[in-house]
């Protein structure tokens, strides 16, 4: 009989809840700023001062297309003289090395004040990525950054 045809490569959907109510799911860079990221009930709670500092997901998640990122943020009193509060995907190589040139995309970006509103971006990978880690990236200054509801997903889009 005739051979059957190879099956072509099943494309795997990603669709990551990141728990901001867990440390372990998360890296704070430099690890002195620790004491400045609390994990509660209402979600990942930043709070800015003289030194900035970025808090990214553990897990690098493999990517061969477009991701949507969306969750929800409260900004208490942001500074905006040093960039504001912003979320953002950095992208990485298969092997979880950082790529030349393109270090991250970012999906929100704000500074002041605002309620707990919904974040939502799709972006494409830049050329070689294969991983992204979600980065949440707090000024040098003063003010808070909730966020809660992180979502990473590339299925059906």
């Known amino acids: 009989g005739a051979a059957a045809p190879a099956a072509a490569p099943v494309e795997t959907a990603i669709d990551r809840l990141l728990d ?13 700023a620790a004491q400045r990221v609390d994990f509660t009930a209402q979600g990942l709670r930043l709070r800015a001062d003289q030194d900035a500092y970025q808090v990214c997901a553990v897990e690098r998640v493999a990517v061969s297309g477009p991701v949507r990122v969306k969750g929800f943020w409260k900004l208490t009193a942001i500074s905006k003289e040093f960039g504001g509060a912003r979320v953002s995907l950095r992208w990485m190589d298969e092997a979880g090395r950082g790529l030349d040139g393109v270090l ?3 999906i929100a970006h704000a500074s002041g004040n605002t309620p707990r509103k919904a974040i939502q971006e799709i972006v494409t990978p830049p ?14 200054g003063s003010g808070e950054l909730l966020v809660d509801g992180l979502r990473l997903n590339t299925s059906a889009i």
Not at 127 to 140: M, S, T
């Open 20 to 32: 901001a109510n867990s440390a372990s799911a998360w890296m704070v860079l430099p690890s002195t």
């Open 104 to 106: 991250a995309t970012s």
């Open 127 to 140: 050329k070689g990525a294969g991983r992204a880690r979600l980065c949440i990236d707090v000024p040098q």
